[in-house]
């Protein structure tokens, strides 16, 4: 990858970090694709993303912790648990010399694949611009 150039998938995103953290980075992204399978896997942020209805999930490597971001609404049902890993508003952080909390990320997965389930499906942001008749007579 050039300096200054970002990752244009998660493959080359989890190469580019050392062996240790790509097996992390790994078991985050086997872990949400099981649980949401029909999510689209991109780079958003410069971060590996999955999108289902919306952004479900982003995810990173970081110096000392990976770096999870589900965003502040499945958060508040596992506020006690996501209290020694939480460092910011929809931001958690796990060191890299501990396990992985693989039942704490799984269980905010399956709440965030709920509620992006549950919103009405974007359309594309052009789609209604390319495609309108024409008015001009002939």
């Known amino acids: 990858m050039k300096k200054g150039s970002g990752p244009g998938s998660i493959d080359e995103y ?3 970090c050392p062996a240790p953290v790509q097996k992390r980075l790994q078991t985050i992204r086997r872990l949400v694709r099981r649980l949401a399978p029909d999510a689209t896997e991109k ?3 410069q971060m590996p ?3 289902l209805n919306g952004n479900l999930v982003y995810f990173a490597a970081h110096a000392n912790h990976i ?3 589900p965003g502040t ?3 508040a049902q596992f506020k006690l648990q996501l209290a020694p890993y939480q460092k910011g508003k929809g931001t958690l952080r796990f060191p890299m010399d501990e396990p992985l909390p693989v039942q704490l ?3 905010i997965v399956k709440v965030r694949v709920a509620q992006n389930r549950a ?3 974007r359309k594309p942001l052009l789609s209604s611009r390319l ?3 024409t008015s001009r007579k002939l």
Request: overall charge positive.
């Open 73 to 75: 609404s499945a958060m």
């Open 131 to 133: 495609h309108r008749p």
């Open 49 to 51: 993303t999955f999108y």
């Open 14 to 16: 989890i190469l580019a």
């Open 67 to 69: 770096g999870f971001y």
């Open 119 to 121: 919103k009405k499906p």
């Open 43 to 45: 780079i958003s942020y």
């Open 105 to 107: 990320i799984e269980g």
